[in-house]
């Protein structure tokens, strides 16, 4: 699976934002997907996760009530909603994709796509 993350930018806090990950392959829908961020000098961490199908999503406390994670298996494509953002949402994002078979969003994903900066202003 190749994936390409986008829809990244600049907003102020408050703001929403709708990331987007373009997955290749026709495994896409076999796959639990999840978003990933980091900053500089910190380890990536997990936003929030979703299952093949979507009845099994997870997001982080940081995130909680804020962002929605959905996918669309027949356009192959992962999306992030982020909504009242906060400066402490900036971040590279990152989309990935588990092994069919993982057992929790705690295992490491099997595929990264490239991030997509978003920076929060105060």
């Known amino acids: 699976v190749q994936l390409q993350a986008s829809g990244g930018g600049v907003v102020q806090a408050g703001d929403s934002l709708r990331l987007v990950c373009a997955a290749s392959g026709r495994a896409f829908s076999r796959h639990p997907m999840g978003w990933f961020r980091q900053t500089p000098g910190k380890e990536r961490e997990f936003v929030a996760g979703i299952n093949w199908y979507g009845g099994s999503i997870y997001y982080a406390d940081s995130v909680k009530g804020r962002v929605t994670i959905s996918r669309d298996n027949g356009k192959n494509t992962l999306y992030l909603q982020m909504n009242s953002l906060k400066p402490e949402d900036t971040a590279v994002y990152y989309c990935?994709?588990?092994?069919?078979?993982?057992?929790?969003?705690?295992?490491?994903?099997?595929?990264w796509g490239q991030g997509t900066q978003v920076t929060v202003s105060s």
């Open positions: 990935a994709a588990y092994d069919p078979d993982a057992s929790s969003y705690d295992k490491t994903p099997k595929y």
